[in-house]
């Protein structure tokens, strides 16, 4: 039986796809298309088989901080511990490839979904270093993981 899920770093071709993802999932939010000529911005999908079903997009900070700074899940497709599985590539290819040492992200307190995705991957709630630029409007969770 063939895997059903696919994770992998985003490749040129996938991120229109993404940009798709994010403007259904996140319509407020103004960047459409995931190019990021700073190459600071890396970015993880998941299929379903051939259909799209989520993304993540991690923030390089320093060489030894990087920052979740999104994660979308299509609906359909929600339910199969998928952003936990995108958390664990992200988390996987910092480890065997950089120097990062310390992740941060956040969630907005009325998400379990997503947090119980965070204390899943052994994430611990925190407090935001002040140096860091990624701060968030309150009410929001900050969550960390030493790597
Ligand atoms: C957050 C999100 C990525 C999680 O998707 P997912 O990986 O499919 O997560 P799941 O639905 O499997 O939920 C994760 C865990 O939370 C639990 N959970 C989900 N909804 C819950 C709720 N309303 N109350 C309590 N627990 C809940 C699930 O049971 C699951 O735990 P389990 O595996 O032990 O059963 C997805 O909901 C999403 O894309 N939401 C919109 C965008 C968003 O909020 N992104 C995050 C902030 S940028």
Known sequence: MTARYH???????????ISAMQATLFPAKKERVPVDTKKTKWWYCVYDRDLPAGFLCLEICSSTVAYVSRVGILPGARGNNLMVRLLRAAELYLKKRTDTVILFSDTLPDNPASMNSFIKSGWKTSDLPSRLSLQRKPPVVYWRKEL
């Open 7 to 17: 994770i992998r770093q985003a490749a040129e071709k996938d991120l229109e796809v």
